[in-house]
């Protein structure tokens, strides 16, 4: 396989320096700057399939995957020609159409639990917009998050969150009122008794507990065996509301989203990334008794003018079309499989200490010398200096895993077994090279 032929980096190197004069820090979202790992960030012109091409002639397995959507790969032909089609009729008209009947309909018979369901525009937007829904529901102001998880950069949620807060060291960022943060109360990820002991002290004053059924933003963090099931639990016995952040895992822990797959009800879901197929689009959702308040059948105010736009939609239902069809993401379930399995072998035979966890499509990759990672302390406490030099070994073959340790993986439909073989050879020059 011909990969990262060129070796260069002139033309990246040039468009950084002068993306930093224009915008902060030369990125438009954080983890792209490469902070966490050092260089300068790769600069993309074209994608298609599995392989990203960037400014300077080079090309790469992609497992990144725009951060999730992408689970058809790039450039899917159905896909494309149908956002071409909807350009021809409209961009956007601030005003209903069928289309965004057509993708709520589709989607609420997907996913268990989503009765009624609002279109935004990002998954911040989802997230900020469920957690208002749930304080006017409740008429409490109190949420809980879990440290490490990420919801979006809204105020409340911004409270030792993952992602690039996490990878920039501000979990907890400058700029959001105290007097707000107050009202998010933090805990450790797949801790169940701390989420009981919190529950009886001041389940009377929890509107919510928001959480990513499988964290994507500390890496790749499955939940243990009954923490979702506490979750509903505490919340049901306490009127509160349970929220699952779906935005990473919809459609790809399993068809029908990973809540469904650990068989644990939410009341309210959010969705975002795949459900767009590549565009921006959000949602938020669930029992029609709770979204019924969101205005103008309520008076939860949230609004938008470009959500439900017509692009968005045609895409959004175009994807999911295809990656609910029968047999379409067992085999790609199986590919992330292989991939886990064949890195962990490959730190093995040079003796690297190193995990893997794997939840669908969704992986992550740790060095770190406990058998199986589960929580923020663990995460915390990987070797990111190894993690740091492998990962600019692989950049340098032709494989761009995410840049920064607190990111999962993602695999699409398009990936291949020869990609997958190629990715673990690499990886076995890349732990070769770290044990000198
Ligand atoms: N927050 C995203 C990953 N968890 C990164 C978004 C981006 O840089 O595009």
Same mark, same amino acid.
Request: glycine share 10%.
């Given at each position: 396989?011909?990969?990262?032929?060129?070796?260069?980096?002139?033309?990246?190197?040039?468009?950084?320096?002068?993306?930093?004069?224009?915008?902060?820090?030369?990125?438009?979202?954080?983890?792209?700057?490469?902070?966490?790992?050092?260089?300068?960030?790769?600069?993309?012109?074209?994608?298609?399939?599995?392989?990203?091409?960037?400014?300077?002639?080079?090309?790469?397995?992609?497992?990144?995957?725009?951060?999730?959507?992408?689970?058809?790969?790039?450039?899917?032909?159905?896909?494309?020609?149908?956002?071409?089609?909807?350009?021809?009729?409209?961009?956007?008209?601030?005003?209903?159409?069928?289309?965004?009947?057509?993708?709520?309909?589709?989607?609420?018979?997907?996913?268990?639990?989503?009765?009624?369901?609002?279109?935004?525009?990002?998954?911040?937007?989802?997230?900020?917009?469920?957690?208002?829904?749930?304080?006017?529901?409740?008429?409490?102001?109190?949420?809980?998050?879990?440290?490490?998880?990420?919801?979006?950069?809204?105020?409340? &949620?911004? +409270?030792? @969150?993952?992602? /690039?807060?996490?990878?920039?060291? #501000?979990?907890? !960022? $400058?700029?959001?009122?105290?007097?707000?943060?107050?009202?998010?109360?933090?805990?450790?990820?797949?801790?169940?008794?701390?989420?009981?002991?919190?529950?009886?002290?001041?389940?009377?004053?929890?509107?919510?507990?928001?959480?990513?059924?499988?964290?994507?933003?500390?890496?790749?963090?499955?939940?243990?065996?009954?923490?979702?099931?506490?979750?509903?639990?505490?919340?049901?016995?306490?009127?509160?509301?349970?929220?699952?952040?779906?935005?990473?895992?919809?459609?790809?822990?399993?068809?029908?989203?990973?809540?469904?797959?650990?068989?644990?009800?939410?009341?309210?879901?959010?969705?975002?990334?795949?459900?767009?197929?590549? &565009?921006? +689009?959000? @949602?938020?959702? /669930?029992?029609?008794?709770?979204? #019924?308040?969101? !205005? $103008?059948?309520?008076?939860?105010?949230?609004?938008?003018?470009?959500?439900?736009?017509?692009?968005?939609?045609?895409?959004?239902?175009?994807?999911?079309?295809?990656?609910?069809?029968?047999?379409?993401?067992?085999?790609?379930?199986?590919?992330?499989?292989?991939?886990?399995?064949?890195?962990?072998?490959?730190?093995?035979?040079?003796?690297?200490?190193?995990?893997?966890?794997?939840?669908?499509?969704?992986?992550?990759?740790?060095?770190?010398?406990?058998?199986?990672?589960?929580?923020?302390?663990?995460?915390?406490?990987?070797?990111?200096?190894?993690?740091?030099?492998?990962?600019?070994?692989?950049?340098?073959?032709?494989?761009?895993?995410?840049?920064?340790?607190?990111?999962?993986?993602?695999?699409?439909?398009?990936?291949?077994?020869?990609?997958?073989?190629?990715?673990?050879?690499?990886?076995?020059?890349?732990?070769?090279?770290?044990?000198?």
């Amino acid at each position: 396989m011909n990969l990262k032929s060129k070796k260069t980096d002139y033309k990246s190197k040039d468009l950084f320096k002068s993306a930093k004069r224009s915008i902060p820090g030369g990125v438009n979202s954080p983890v792209r700057a490469f902070k966490a790992v050092g260089g300068t960030p790769v600069f993309f012109e074209k994608a298609k399939g599995a392989y990203l091409f960037d400014v300077d002639g080079n090309k790469y397995i992609d497992y990144i995957m725009s951060w999730g959507p992408m689970l058809l790969g790039h450039g899917h032909k159905t896909v494309v020609n149908t956002i071409k089609k909807q350009v021809d009729k409209a961009l956007t008209f601030g005003a209903p159409t069928e289309l965004e009947v057509q993708l709520a309909e589709k989607i609420c018979s997907i996913v268990p639990g989503m009765e009624m369901i609002r279109m935004v525009n990002s998954g911040t937007e989802a997230t900020m917009s469920a957690i208002r829904l749930a304080r006017a529901y409740s008429g409490r102001d109190k949420i809980v998050k879990f440290e490490g998880c990420y919801h979006g950069h809204s105020d409340s &949620l911004l +409270v030792k @969150a993952g992602s /690039g807060a996490l990878t920039m060291g #501000e979990p907890s !960022s $400058p700029g959001v009122p105290e007097c707000l943060a107050a009202h998010t109360i933090t805990l450790p990820y797949n801790d169940i008794s701390k989420v009981s002991n919190l529950f009886d002290q001041l389940g009377s004053q929890i509107a919510a507990i928001i959480v990513e059924p499988v964290v994507g933003n500390m890496n790749c963090i499955p939940p243990i065996p009954g923490f979702l099931e506490k979750l509903r639990e505490c919340c049901t016995k306490h009127d509160a509301l349970l929220i699952a952040d779906e935005v990473m895992t919809g459609f790809r822990v399993s068809s029908k989203g990973a809540m469904a797959h650990y068989k644990v009800s939410p009341d309210l879901i959010c969705l975002g990334k795949v459900i767009g197929g590549g &565009l921006p +689009v959000g @949602a938020f959702g /669930g029992k029609k008794s709770i979204m #019924e308040l969101i !205005s $103008p059948s309520g008076s939860v105010y949230q609004a938008g003018t470009l959500s439900g736009n017509p692009i968005a939609m045609a895409c959004g239902l175009a994807t999911i079309d295809l990656i609910t069809k029968e047999d379409f993401l067992n085999p790609v379930i199986e590919n992330t499989k292989s991939l886990c399995e064949g890195l962990s072998q490959a730190a093995k035979n040079h003796n690297i200490s190193f995990t893997t966890n794997q939840a669908g499509t969704m992986w992550g990759y740790f060095f770190s010398t406990e058998a199986k990672v589960t929580s923020y302390d663990q995460v915390m406490a990987c070797d990111t200096d190894k993690f740091k030099r492998f990962y600019h070994s692989m950049l340098d073959q032709g494989v761009y895993f995410a840049p920064a340790s607190f990111e999962a993986g993602f695999m699409s439909s398009a990936h291949t077994k020869e990609d997958i073989d190629y990715t673990i050879e690499a990886a076995n020059k890349a732990f070769s090279a770290l044990q000198n």
